[in-house]
């Protein structure tokens, strides 16, 4: 069986489709979302509303969960480590509908799935916190403290934007899928996760796609929030993960 795996969208749009126009290309009989579908991007409230369209396993992001649950005390948590995403996230709460946060909200924080014997685990950041970091070239040790008593054969991630995987000590794989619509690497691409699962053994591809930035980033330029002209050149140079 082969399945993909997909994070990180943030509101983009041109990114998602280009992905999913990859994907034609295999024969994927199941897609797994594992959140952030759409803050400080492009098309917020219509990233979600094609998502909640779609016949996939999708789990709440970090950024979801900041939309779903917005306040005050939301906001200047964010504010106080990245004052141009806060207002992102202001304004994603005004153009996003109630439904759509609705949505959001109840989304599941992560999801077990077994495939062929394999027990696969889908959380967004770490099994411990949804906004916890698994990077490229973390120190042995620490992952297997994060993934120690993790009762899965294979787990997804995303969060960081960045694309790696592990396997621990305990044969734990773990695999970070990037990001769709926000990459944080040298040659920022959408980048996604093709995983062939085979009588319980797994071969992972991470994909990297071109996608028409130009448009996604005149898009997000022209939102209403200080900072958006910032936050849209991130696409094309991502010098730093947040502003």
């Known amino acids: 069986m082969k399945i993909a795996v997909l994070s990180d969208i943030h509101g983009n749009m041109f990114a998602l489709r280009a992905v999913l126009e990859d994907m034609k290309q295999f024969n994927i009989e199941r897609i797994f979302c594992l959140g952030d579908l759409a803050m400080a991007g492009p098309e917020p409230n219509k990233t979600i509303d094609y998502v909640r369209t779609q016949d996939w396993t999708v789990i ?15 906001y200047n948590a964010v504010k106080a480590g990245a004052s141009i995403m806060a207002n992102a996230l202001e304004q994603d709460v005004k153009e996003i509908s109630d439904e759509n946060k609705k949505y959001l909200k109840n989304l599941p924080i992560n999801k077990s799935v077994e495939i062929e014997g394999l027990k696969i685990l889908l959380v ?11 990077f490229p070239n973390m120190d042995m040790d620490i992952i297997d403290d994060i993934f120690n008593e993790v009762d899965a054969d294979v787990v997804f991630c995303g969060h960081t934007h960045m694309p790696c995987g592990y396997q621990t000590n305990s044969k734990v794989t773990i695999v970070n899928d990037g990001s769709v619509g926000r990459p944080f690497t040298e040659n920022p691409k959408a980048c996604y996760v093709i995983a062939n699962i085979n009588n319980g ?3 992972i591809e ?3 796609i071109d996608y028409d930035k130009t448009s996604a980033v005149a898009m997000l330029e022209k939102r209403q929030f200080e900072g958006a002209e910032k936050l849209a050149q991130m696409l094309i140079n991502p010098e730093k993960r947040h502003m």
Request: negative net charge; contains cysteine; charged residues 30%.
């Open 60 to 74: 709440q992001g970090n950024t979801d969960e900041m939309i779903a649950c917005y306040s005050d005390d939301v």
């Open 206 to 208: 991470h994909r990297m």
């Open 124 to 134: 967004h950041g770490s099994p411990r916190r949804n906004n916890e970091n698994i």
């Open 201 to 203: 053994n797994i071969e």
